[in-house]
């Protein structure tokens, strides 16, 4: 778990990089819906039915902070998947998984990995039918996720316009507090560590506000926020040829706390923090208040923070501080 | 790379008793058409169209043996996904990959990870559409693979009735002794030693024999030899109630000569090296004929190897040498 600076590495490639590089090399598929450079990969079945794909793999070494549970690990493998999956707007329907497994793995371990794997599936509606183990170094879990979807309501990270409400569906910065105290250590209550762990142990993806937000066909674009708030921000920037004016940031009173008590910046906390699993959505201001009821009417709330520019650059206007969000979050690889 | 023995191991799990131990954990998909078990999963898009999906993980420390290019890895991680629809007659449409990345590769080992699962997947008409990557402590490509088919026609491992003809795609022992070679040396002539190595390093799987046999309605049930032809005859006859009598094994005239010259059995490495990726299949005897031709259309040949019979073990009785195939081959962890 590291926070990089995108923007002024030049030594090794960052995972983005990476990827650029190889889908370089991949002959792209003709007419397909959904190619490289969204949260999902999405091919043609059917006139207007798609095929939803996505596959990410969790490492221990740089995905499974300090005391988290195997069972949370296995857990966390298919919840960030399908915050994937959520982020488009579209159902999970089956998972499979390939297992890289260390030798030094009890029975007992492995039922908890299976366990994990099952909860994370089983509170999305989706189950695990299929998947695969070998030898590894270090515990590996490779998450296969599939779904179908009508083809017009994907909500991709295209289609934001000038003007477009920009939105959330959650405070930010638990998470990078959670996630600094287990690194670092820090002044925090007891309560308020259990809070903080909680939001790196057991994240959520918000799958019921991306389908109701999907059917309110409000969302002009739509990406989760797993490689931070300023990152997202950045890449629909540039995905849609805007910019945005953050003028309200909603940071968890928990992070504000232990900043304070930290000697931290809040704001560093939720902007730059990832491995948070919010949706960051553009809405169509005429369709705002479809949008805002149709998350409230799952339990859910919409946070209005700001608003798409004409002006290219992504900049922060609250309470008194101004100044550009930088282009950096979580990422792997970079500066290692 | 490690022959191991399932029917002796006690210490340790092997990788199929891992796989049986977690799939208790998961809560089995009402109606799936097929589950855990098989090469491959599937569900039920609308009637008689099924999803087919498959996951697997190649791991540079067991699966790459020495000498192999990137190149090379990259694309056996692909073909030996491949493989698993070729062992049900589907035909694989888009191929996504997670990639594990130790620190220490470089742009152009990345260029060559990407132009061989590029080449992989093109082979057999497949496109890398999606992926993502991580770092790791060994190179892993966790492949998915993803296609359509109608149910009808799978060809699964459940089907073989008493009678039914038991036939292969090709000769086996060549990968066995390349790997051999490759670990321990032996005797071998340049032009043999390229041969045998190439097996290792550039597997095939057999998808156009499987498309028409597919195509032939002749197969009752089918499975690829990754794991060994020993290992195959044993869980087809599990799965179906039956054995089966060898009565002919086509081993590769390389694998034989190696055997020859390094005292060594070539039965030993036909039926338990694994890591070949033949079809092995049943055949309804009435429809042998169109089977035969069907593969011999697409420029493949069928080679018919013995029978299933009422009597539950897995015998060979072939140039005057008789006994029961053990059930073991190629394995992970066990007896690691």
Redesign the interface.
């Known amino acids: 778990m590291k926070e990089t600076n995108a923007a002024e590495s030049s030594g ?2 960052g ?1 983005r990089d ?2 650029e ?9 003709p007419n ?1 819906v959904v ?2 450079g969204d949260d ?2 999405a ?1 043609r ?1 059917r006139e207007n039915e798609v ?1 939803v ?7 221990a ?3 499974v902070p300090f005391g988290m549970s195997l069972w949370q690990a296995a857990r966390k493998a298919i919840v960030m998947n399908i915050s994937d999956f959520a982020a488009k707007g579209v159902v999970p ?2 998972v ?6 260390p ?1 030094n793995l009890s ?1 007992s371990d ?2 908890e ?3 994990g ?2 909860a994370g599936a ?1 509170e999305y509606g989706a ?12 515990l ?1 879990i ?3 996720v ?1 779904g ?1 979807s009508n083809e017009e309501s994907l909500m991709l990270r295209r289609g934001t316009r000038v003007g477009d409400i920009l939105a959330v569906t959650g405070f930010f910065g638990k998470s990078a507090a959670g996630l600094r105290y287990l690194q670092y250590g820090g002044v925090v209550s007891e309560e308020a560590r259990e809070d903080l762990v909680k939001a790196v142990y057991m994240p959520n993806a918000r799958l019921q506000e991306s389908l109701a937000l999907r059917g309110s066909k409000a969302v002009t674009a739509s990406i989760d926020s797993s490689d931070g708030l300023a990152w997202c921000l950045h890449e629909l920037a540039e995905k849609n040829g805007v910019g945005f004016l953050v003028s309200t940031l909603p940071v968890a009173e928990e992070a504000v706390k232990f900043a304070r008590e930290n000697n931290l910046d809040s704001f560093e906390l939720a902007l730059y923090g990832g491995e948070e699993y919010e949706l960051v959505v553009t809405i169509n201001p005429q369709h705002w208040a479809d949008a805002e009821a149709a998350v409230a009417a799952v339990g859910g709330k919409l946070y209005r923070i700001g608003k798409a520019t004409s002006d290219k650059r992504v900049l922060l206007e609250v309470e008194g501080k101004k100044g550009e969000i930088e282009a950096r979050g979580y990422e ?2 970079k500066n ?1």
Chains 1, 2 share one sequence.
């Open positions: 090794g490639l995972e990476i990827i590089l190889m889908r370089k090399h991949f002959q792209p598929m397909i190619p490289f999902v990969s091919i079945l095929a794909l996505k596959t990410d793999m969790l490492v070494q740089t995905d329907s089956v499979l998984v390939s297992l890289g497994l030798k029975k492995l039922a990995i299976a366990d794997l099952n089983r189950f695990v039918v299929g998947g695969d183990t070998g030898e590894a170094c270090d590996v490779a998450v296969q599939f179908t792997h690889f290692c």
